[in-house]
Nanobody
Framework: QVQLVESGGGMVQAGASLRLSCAAS????????MGWFRQAPGKEREFVAA????????NYADSVKGRFTISRDNTKNTMYLQMNSLKPEDTAVYYC?????????????????WGQGIQVTVSP
């Protein structure tokens, strides 16, 4: 089992940057592929980005491609989401998640472990 804790959220103006971190417990972090999802009020939780267990493969939602970058440091049991050029529509609770799948899967149901989420608010 793995426990996930997000950090780095907050409130920023449009055009600003934020970096989210997801710290994982346990000694098997490098065995998991990881992902970021987000949920805005009144909407379903949606895929944002994913990274394979080795970091060699990534996937992004079209809405964040070119603005967000996912990465991981297996020596620190931590995953990151660098968010640049933030827009008001990026406002949501962001969740990190872990999956036993080897690929950088984009499907929410493939992820077994979830963090509690962290708020990101982007004002116009």
């Amino acid at each position: 089992q793995v426990q996930l804790v997000e950090s780095g959220g907050g409130m920023v103006q449009a055009g600003a940057s934020l970096r989210l971190s997801c710290a994982a417990s346990g000694r098997t972090f490098s065995s998991y592929s990881m992902g970021w999802f987000r949920q805005a009020p009144g909407k379903e939780r949606e895929f944002v980005a994913a990274i394979s267990w080795s970091g060699g493969s990534t996937n992004y939602a079209d809405s964040v491609k070119g603005r967000f970058t996912i990465s991981r440091d297996n020596t620190k049991n931590t995953m990151y989401l660098q968010m640049n050029s933030l827009k008001p529509e990026d406002t949501a609770v962001y969740y990190c998640a872990a999956t036993w799948f080897r690929a950088a899967t984009i499907r929410r149901d493939d992820y077994k472990y979830w963090g509690q989420g962290i708020q990101v608010t982007v004002s116009p």
